[in-house]
């Protein structure tokens, strides 16, 4: 019984606290853990609403930029459009002026064409085509030459004009293009703007000191580690306590036991002293 005591009491000689302080200490020591498990919740869920509503912000961000580059586009599109419409006009003006020319040419060419040739001169070039073979005899020679002449002028008005027509609905098209993405992007934005981020943010009670903080991030970390390593000391101080508690109880166990056996014997001693002094 001697023997238990002492080492129940060797046992508690080093504790951090009493046999009888012991329970008390483990239900403090539990409710602790369960305040800092809470308070490091409550961290690490602000450190989700701030990382969300960054994310967001990086978005919104990113999403300006496209725009902005696709509104510079637009205007550098615009600018060339204007250039090819004015371009556009004055070639379509100049068809229009040359079909105008010809025409009245085709209708005086139909009067004159006897005149004509018969102005015609050996090695001088003719006042209509410019060329100083004169082959023809017969009116309708002549006025197929000037008409295939005609023919050339009126292709090199159209095809002058061709290319500025297929490039202004070429701008067209991707300026149409540029207004589409633009809408996509202004309807994403609206998107991460309606997002409830910033007001669960706002609302969470440890707002206020991470908005304080000079460096947000660090705040976060810090923070963080620092509920990490109390619950860490604190729970190797619990399992430390309820090892103690383990041995302390397998101890009391001992010294009942030994005390029950101890007097036991004494009743045994005193029954067997009773019979001999009978």
Same mark, same amino acid.
């Given at each position: 019984?001697?023997?238990?005591?002492?080492?129940?009491?060797?046992?508690?000689?080093?504790?951090?606290?009493?046999?009888?302080?012991?329970?008390?200490?483990?239900?403090?020591?539990?409710?602790?853990?369960?305040?800092?498990?809470?308070?490091?919740?409550?961290?690490?869920?602000?450190?989700?609403?701030?990382?969300?509503?960054?994310?967001?912000? !990086? %978005? #919104?961000?990113?999403? &300006?930029?496209?725009?902005?580059? /696709?509104?510079?586009?637009?205007? @550098? *599109?615009? $600018? =060339?459009?204007?250039?090819?419409?004015?371009?556009?006009?004055?070639?379509?003006?100049?068809?229009?002026?040359?079909?105008?020319?010809?025409?009245?040419?085709?209708?005086?060419?139909?009067?004159?064409?006897?005149?004509?040739?018969?102005?015609?001169?050996?090695?001088?070039?003719?006042?209509?085509?410019?060329?100083?073979?004169?082959?023809?005899?017969?009116?309708?020679?002549?006025?197929?030459?000037?008409?295939?002449?005609?023919?050339?002028?009126?292709?090199?008005?159209?095809?002058?004009?061709?290319?500025?027509? !297929? %490039? #202004?609905?070429?701008? &067209?098209?991707?300026?149409?293009? /540029?207004?589409?993405?633009?809408? @996509? *992007?202004? $309807? =994403?934005?609206?998107?991460?703007?309606?997002?409830?981020?910033?007001?669960?943010?706002?609302?969470?009670?440890?707002?206020?000191?991470?908005?304080?903080?000079?460096?947000?991030?660090?705040?976060?970390?810090?923070?963080?580690?620092?509920?990490?390593?109390?619950?860490?000391?604190?729970?190797?101080?619990?399992?430390?306590?309820?090892?103690?508690?383990?041995?302390?109880?397998?101890?009391?166990?001992?010294?009942?036991?030994?005390?029950?056996?101890?007097?036991?014997?004494?009743?045994?001693?005193?029954?067997?002293?009773?019979? #001999?002094?009978?």
């Amino acid at each position: 019984l001697e023997a238990h005591q002492s080492d129940l009491a060797r046992v508690f000689q080093h504790a951090p606290c009493s046999a009888e302080d012991l329970p008390e200490r483990l239900q403090q020591l539990t409710q602790r853990l369960q305040q800092q498990r809470l308070a490091l919740r409550g961290v690490q869920e602000l450190e989700r609403l701030w990382q969300r509503r960054n994310a967001v912000q !990086e %978005r #919104l961000e990113q999403g &300006r930029q496209q725009q902005a580059t /696709l509104l510079a586009r637009r205007e @550098q *599109l615009t $600018a =060339q459009g204007l250039e090819v419409r004015a371009a556009h006009e004055q070639a379509e003006q100049a068809l229009k002026v040359t079909l105008q020319l010809l025409e009245r040419q085709r209708l005086a060419r139909s009067e004159s064409v006897e005149q004509l040739r018969e102005r015609l001169q050996p090695e001088q070039p003719c006042p209509v085509c410019g060329s100083i073979e004169h082959p023809y005899h017969a009116p309708e020679a002549l006025l197929q030459a000037l008409s295939a002449h005609d023919d050339d002028e009126e292709q090199r008005a159209r095809a002058a004009l061709k290319p500025l027509s !297929e %490039r #202004l609905v070429e701008l &067209r098209t991707e300026v149409g293009a /540029l207004i589409e993405q633009h809408k @996509q *992007l202004k $309807a =994403q934005e609206q998107q991460w703007l309606d997002q409830p981020g910033d007001a669960e943010l706002a609302r969470h009670p440890l707002y206020p000191a991470l908005s304080d903080a000079e460096q947000p991030a660090d705040w976060l970390r810090d923070t963080l580690a620092n509920h990490t390593r109390l619950i860490d000391e604190d729970e190797r101080q619990q399992n430390s306590l309820l090892a103690l508690q383990q041995q302390a109880s397998a101890l009391q166990r001992a010294v009942a036991q030994a005390r029950e056996a101890s007097q036991q014997a004494q009743q045994l001693l005193q029954a067997h002293q009773a019979h #001999l002094d009978a």
